[in-house]
């Protein structure tokens, strides 16, 4: 139990281009998911908090108007890298903590691969 | 907002040695502290987590141990193997922040056989 899902595992799009990243999770309901970045070498930064049903919730630091967050189901959740520069390649991670639990565990996907040309 | 800090960065033991990886975190609400393995290119895995009413928690070779009042706490492998190489990251979680996870900056381990 507990499985999250991402799609797509990598992707590589041209500067300028948008790009979606989905993450899902599978067996169970998620209230909240979180996105975070992942440079090499580097410790997972976390972007935002994203509730169902409500505004994402970002870090400061990270521009909401270039990583947009949508999660309009308790399943789902999606971050999309608008305009994307070569300075955003990154490992994307999303992670979902189930609904109607009283502690913190969150259940993290595999991660995205992101190479802006 | 919360800080952890991670130490070491690097950290490198023989076969069948005991690894020590600590992590500090300054908020006094945090009350859920997981630690993790990453593996390259890999998502992190749990592989033991403590909360903020536990002082100690054991299972099989890993340990962690939490003190509350000093605000660290440290992962305790023992008997190393070299499938343990990898990068560790503690973290901690506080409900008053919504349960986001603060990662430390994570240290890599190597166990030489």
């Known amino acids: 139990g507990a499985v999250v899902s991402q799609h797509p595992s990598w992707v590589i799009c041209k500067s300028g281009t948008s790009v979606k990243i989905e993450c899902r999770s599978l067996?169970?309901?998620?209230?909240?998911m979180f996105w975070y970045r992942q440079f090499p070498k580097q410790s997972l930064m976390l972007m935002a908090t994203?509730?169902?049903?409500?505004?994402?919730?970002?870090e400061q630091g990270v521009e909401k108007d270039k990583f947009l967050i949508n999660h309009a189901s308790l399943t789902l959740s999606t971050l999309t890298v608008t305009s994307a520069h070569p300075e955003d390649s990154s490992f994307y991670i999303c992670?979902?903590?189930?609904?109607?639990?009283?502690?913190?565990?969150?259940?993290f996907g595999p991660g995205t691969r992101l190479t802006v040309l | 907002g919360e800080n952890v800090e991670q130490h070491p960065s690097t950290l490198s033991v023989q076969e069948g040695d005991s690894a020590v990886i600590k992590c500090t975190y300054s908020?006094?609400?945090?009350?859920?502290f997981p630690w993790y393995k990453q593996e390259l290119g890999k998502r992190p895995q749990l592989i033991i987590d403590?909360?903020?009413?536990?002082g100690e928690k054991k299972d099989q070779r890993i340990a962690v141990t939490l003190n509350k009042t000093a605000k660290h706490f440290s992962l305790h492998i023992t008997e190393t193997q070299p499938e343990d190489s990898a990068v560790y990251f503690c973290?901690?979680?506080?409900?008053?922040?919504?349960?986001?996870?603060?990662f430390g900056q994570g240290t890599e381990l190597s166990v030489k056989p």
């Open positions: 992670s979902a903590s189930p609904a109607g639990t009283s502690h913190n565990e969150q259940f």
């Open positions: 403590i909360r903020s009413n536990v």
């Open positions: 973290a901690a979680s506080s409900r008053n922040q919504g349960g986001k996870l603060i």
């Open positions: 994203s509730n169902e049903g409500s505004k994402a919730t970002y």
């Open positions: 067996d169970f309901q998620a209230t909240t």
């Open positions: 908020d006094s609400a945090s009350n859920y």
